[in-house]
Each structure stands twice: as C-alpha cells, then as structure tokens.
C-alpha cells in the first residue's frame, strides 16, 4: 500500500479524489489536512469531515492555513457553490477536527511514519510550504509529492496560472525548489481526462457513494458538452495507474510576480537548468482509462 497525506481545499473534485483515497485498498491515508482555495478554510475542513462522517472512517482532519503566504486570498465558490461541495444532505453529527494544526499535524504524521510517506496537495501548497519552512526535518521522510496544479499549456485562472499555484505562488514556489521530487498533475492532463456526462450519469446507479459523487460533481461549475474536469483525482488516478500517464522530467519554477503571476514555468528545453530536474511533469492521459477506472472504482466501494 501507498501511505499518503492529502492536502486539500474541498471542493468537488477534491471531494472525489478523497472518496477514491479512503475507499482504495491500495492506498492507506494516514492524514488529510486542509487549506483556503475553493472555499474558506473554516469550509474545507467541514466539508473533509463531512467526508470522513459519511464512510465512517477515523482518518484525522487537521484544520491548515487561512490565507497564501503574502497574496490576498481569492476563494473559487464560482466553480464550487458557496459551501465548496454543494448537492447532497451529509449527516451533520460530525467528528472534530484535530486538536493542533495542520503544520504541526503534517510534521507528527510524516516523522511518526516508519516508511516514507507521499504527500498529495490538491489544493494550494501553503501548508506545505510553512511545514518545509518551520520543520525542515520532515522532507527526508517524504517520498515524493504528487501534486495537482500548474500547467505547461494555458491555465485556468489567467492565460498563465492554474487556480492552485495562483491562489499561493510563493508556496509553490517553495515546494518547488524544496528539493523534494514533485510530479506535476497538472492542467495538461487533467483537462483531458474529463469525466464524461456518460460516466456521470452512470454513478447514481451504482451505489451511495455514486449518488453522493453525482450529486455534488453536477454542480461543478467547471464542465462542458465533452464532460466535467476532475483535476484532483487524477493524483489518486497517478499514484494506482502510472503506466496511463506519460510524464517529462524537467525542472519546473513559479512565476511569483506580474501577468504570468502563478505560472509553472517548465524548462522544457533543458536550457536553463543544466540537466538538473525537479519535477516530473505530466504531459498525457489516457482518458478513456481514466473514466474506466473513476467507474469500476466506485462500483468496488462498500457504501
Ligand atoms: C484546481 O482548482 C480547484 O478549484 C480544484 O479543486 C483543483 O484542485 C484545478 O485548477
Ligand atoms: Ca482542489
């Protein structure tokens, strides 16, 4: 099994890649921490627990930062609804949050570990950035971080910037330069690997987890006639099936500043960098895999 912290803004899409991390039995989440993006950060965390109540998992939730680093915080309810995961009654006797921050819960479970464990940010990197900053210690712990956010190509924000690296570029920037390996799930794949409306209308049937992930991913306001963008789970969807994305090793930097303010710049070229890489960037998917997987995926689940 993949031991893995999740760190997350949920969200929707963040909601799905949850489901698939608690659920698969390939996969042991040890901790899912929670940061400001789609929604507050007061939000997310209820939204995480709302997760956790609902397949009545003990996995810990440990509530993170409010605000990026230096940027003012510009939340996604455009996209995500005023709650962040809007479309279905969860029960409301929910767990609380841990009892200490996400830095410091983030530090306890990495250090705590006794294999390396992967962190999977799919929201904005600030946690990770402070963790990194104020524990050093934690990254030889650390296999690798698998990250949604960036773009090689166009992004989502601005022509430049992928919503997760915009809403806290001096975090990416850190995380990116920490000397931890990164692979790069970025835009570049997880535009491409669209749930298609075929799939999702297929999840009501399957169960209650499929009504669940139904009801809420209608609401997503990122969709289109070819289907809806689960950015999020394609780090779960990486992490169980490698072999369906093809990744480029390169070294990746953040624009902090001006119009490209949030940008994943990748070295493509190999100009800049020497042959020194960073970060394994993905560049394809093969989305009918994708769908197959989401599908067969949820059909497995108990609930
Ligand atoms: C990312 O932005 C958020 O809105 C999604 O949850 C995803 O993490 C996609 O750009
Ligand atoms: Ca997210």
Known sequence: ??????DTDPGIDDAAAITMAINDDNIDLKLITTVAGNVTVDKTTKNALKLVRFFNSDIPVAAGAKQPLIKPFEDAARIHGESGMPGYDFPEDLPKPMNKSA???????????DEKIT???????????LLFSEYPEVKDNIERIVAMGGSLGMGNMTSAAEFNVFTDPHAARIVYNSGVPIVMVGLDITMKALLTHESIEKLPTLNETGKMLHDIIIHDGDNSD?????HDVNTIFYLLHPEAITTKEMWVDVQTEGPAMGETVGDIRGAYHDGKTNASVCVDIDAAAFNKWF???VTNMSK
């Open 1 to 6: 099994t993949i031991k893995i912290i999740m």
């Open 103 to 113: 830095v410091e819960a983030l530090r306890d479970a990495i250090m705590a570990s």
């Open 119 to 129: 962190l999977v940010p799919t929201g904005s990197y600030t946690n990770i950035a």
């Open 226 to 230: 070819s289907g809806i963008a689960m």
């Open 295 to 297: 599908i067969e995926e």
